[in-house]
């Protein structure tokens, strides 16, 4: 899950804020640094083994000036984003530097994207504009 300050920080009570994460089964010392990184960073993320309900947890981390965000872990269809971009295998593969048979094995079901490649997929499909333009370099 992803933890940010709100923009009041005189609301933060940090203490309440890490025994709420630590009840969900944080280990003290995660929950206090996650705590501090959203408050020198604005935002920190971290794993929260046992979340009863994401409302109640982002209720009590609410009323301690924080928010709370899930962080997904859906897959996507690869072969679906790759139509929707109106590519071919190879095409969606040489634009976004993936290896074309790891594109095949997706779409045919063979293999799963590991988890760096499902971050980077759902990446792709959230914005893949700015992706491309990313992995472009300008030739002057």
């Known amino acids: ?3 940010s300050i709100g923009p009041d920080l005189s609301r933060a009570r ?20 996650a705590v501090e990184a ?11 083994p046992t979340v009863e309900d994401l409302r109640t947890l982002a209720a009590e981390l609410n009323a301690c000036g924080f ?3 899930a962080m997904t872990g859906f897959a996507v269809d690869v072969k679906k984003l790759r139509e ?8 969606f593969a040489l ?11 997706w779409e045919y079901g063979r293999r799963e994207p590991d988890r760096a490649a499902k971050s980077y997929l759902i990446v792709i499909d959230k914005d893949p504009e700015r992706v491309q333009e990313a992995l472009c370099v300008p030739v002057a």
């Open 1 to 3: 899950m992803s933890l």
């Open 14 to 33: 940090a203490i309440e804020a890490v025994f709420a994460l630590h009840r969900r089964g944080v280990p003290t010392l995660k929950a206090k640094r």
């Open 38 to 48: 959203a408050l020198e960073r604005r935002k920190a993320v971290l794993d929260v």
């Open 67 to 69: 928010s709370v965000a």
């Open 84 to 91: 929707r971009l109106k590519l071919t295998q190879e095409q």
């Open 95 to 105: 634009r976004y530097g993936l290896e074309l048979d790891a594109v095949r094995n």
